[in-house]
């Protein structure tokens, strides 16, 4: 679901359930929401996550001195990529893998913080796979 900001026409909202398999010990009833900028697009994104979801990521990025929303906003946008890359290997169409290598690049470009060597080569390798 998008929606306007209010406040600038050109920055849309984009809210976003989080689902997860739980263990045992976690429990998705406590939700934070929690808002990031996504730093491939102008986008901001909205989400309704799991605390104890956040609090991994909290941790993750005091260990990897990371800004939390940095960390957060970075990792969806290498599981975008992910989810490209995913989408062009399923499909038969040269054209349509392609443009979903490139959506899957875009994902990438403006993640500075996360390491995205191997989902550049998964890139790579995908591509080369289809020709």
Do not use: C
């Not at 913080?113 to 796979?129: P, V």
Request: proline share 4%; net charge negative; glycine share 2%.
């Amino acid at each position: 679901m998008t929606t306007d900001t209010g406040t600038d026409p050109s920055r849309k909202y984009v809210i976003a359930p989080w689902t997860t398999e739980n263990t045992e010990d976690e429990d998705d009833s406590n939700l934070e929401i929690i808002t990031v900028e996504l730093p491939s697009r102008e986008l901001t994104v909205q989400l309704e996550a799991p605390t104890h979801i956040l609090d991994r990521i909290r941790e993750e990025s005091t260990d990897k001195d990371i800004p939390f929303t940095t960390l957060l906003g970075e990792k969806l946008e290498v599981n975008m990529a992910n989810v490209s890359i995913l989408a062009a290997q399923q499909t038969d169409s040269l054209t349509q893998t392609r443009d979903k290598l490139r959506e899957a690049q875009t994902y990438l470009n403006g993640v500075t913080e996360l390491t995205t060597e191997d989902t550049e080569q998964r890139i790579e390798e995908t591509w080369n796979n289809k020709l």
